[in-house]
């Protein structure tokens, strides 16, 4: 993705329906990052294609620098 605002939902949403899958690799904490948004845009829009849950990868839930 080249920018998150505005999130371009309907190529998100192509590239599930095309892969039926989707892992969200943020360099942030797990909770209330940009990946949660994302995660939920896919459960709305395109749950039917996917294969398998959507995967979330971040960093540990300790403080970041």
Do not use: H, N
Not at 29 to 48: C, R
């Amino acid at each position: 993705m080249r920018s998150l605002r505005p999130l371009d939902r309907d190529t998100v949403c192509a590239s599930v329906r095309k892969t039926s899958r989707a892992v969200i690799v943020e360099d942030d904490w797990l909770s209330y990052g940009t990946g949660a948004e994302i995660a939920a845009t896919i459960a709305e829009a395109a749950f039917d294609y996917l294969d398998a849950p959507v995967q979330r990868v971040a960093a540990a839930e300790v403080p970041l620098p």
